[in-house]
């Protein structure tokens, strides 16, 4: 997410655990584990029953987001947040070192930690939502206030995410200042409702498509076959996503994310086969990345 200084990009992520279906048993468990590992788990309550939301601040080391430690080498933030939210805001203020570490679970869902003789994997399967200012001074874009950067120093301040790293990234969203009458609001709460609903029922029905493809429970992990199956285009569709490939130079990694996204879209409207307008709104989400609409 990109928006002005004061776009409310940190509380929006906040209430993403809120709009994710319930853990399921083996999902509470597998996370109880990680935390018991960690020495996080509160004995009192041994189980835990809400998707973990984790929010490191920008100055975390590369071990403490890994895992690492004396002797057998402990779980860090990317497993902590498994089966929930990894939040970094100020995206482009955490070392590149740090960053480039989540390319790997964002590809396989776990991470492999190397220690002297011994190699241990953790589970890292989350949802990464990244926040950031459009530039330096926070102010490109803004309706209120102007920007006061350089091109140099937008080109400076955008290099520091690597392309890798963006090519794994699923949305761009532009989140731009919210008019202060918008506050005041009282809709909100239920809005909210009606999104966690449709994302449960959408969480549902990939469950039960994949019930026969092991190992496979929602549209993220789509690939190979399954992806040929589940994502087959209609002829307007796949003229879309052959445009959006040329134009936006999008990479065989992208490709596939931009279909599993449609195919997400469709979920979430019911619909049982992607069409044109999937495509077109996966596209979008895509097109913010290169900056080009």
């Known amino acids: 997410m ?5 776009a409310g990009k940190s509380m929006l992520a906040r ?19 990680i935390y018991s590992i960690a ?49 970094l805001d100020e995206l482009p203020e955490f ?9 790997q679970p964002l590809e ?23 926040a950031m200012n459009p530039c330096p001074c926070g102010f490109l874009g803004d309706d209120l206030k102007a920007c006061t950067c350089t091109l ?29 009458d918008d506050l005041f609001l009282r809709k909100e709460a239920e809005m909210a409702e009606s999104v966690a609903t449709r994302v449960r029922r959408a969480r549902a029905l990939q469950w039960e498509r994949y019930a026969e493809w092991g190992g496979l429970y929602a549209n993220a992990g789509l690939q190979g076959d ?3 199956e589940f994502c087959r285009l ?16 999008l990479s065989a990694r992208a490709y596939v994310r931009v279909l599993r996204v449609a195919r997400t879209i469709a979920d979430l409207e019911g619909e049982a086969s992607i069409g044109a307008t999937h495509v077109a709104e996966a596209i979008q989400y895509r097109a913010h990345a290169t900056g080009d609409q």
């Open 2 to 6: 990109t928006g002005p200084p004061g």
């Open 15 to 33: 209430c993403l655990p809120e709009l994710l279906p319930p853990l399921s048993a083996d999902e509470a468990l597998e996370t109880a584990r």
């Open 39 to 87: 020495g996080l788990l509160d004995r009192s309550h041994p189980m835990i029953t809400e998707r973990p939301f984790r929010a490191p601040h920008h100055t975390i080391s590369y071990a403490g987001m890994v895992g690492g430690g004396h002797g057998i080498p402990g779980p860090g933030e990317i497993s902590l947040a498994h089966h929930g939210v990894l939040f």
């Open 95 to 103: 070392d590149r070192r740090v960053l480039e570490t989540l390319r």
């Open 108 to 130: 396989d869902r776990s991470i492999l930690i190397s220690r002297a003789g011994m190699g241990i994997r953790y589970p890292s399967s989350f949802t990464l939502v990244g």
């Open 152 to 180: 140099l120093d937008i080109q400076r301040y955008r290099r520091r995410l690597s392309g890798p790293l963006l090519d794994r990234v699923d949305l761009f969203v532009d989140v731009p200042r919210v008019p202060v």
């Open 226 to 228: 399954a992806l040929e």
């Open 234 to 249: 209609d002829a307007e569709a796949e003229t879309l996503v052959k445009r959006a490939v040329a134009r936006f130079q």
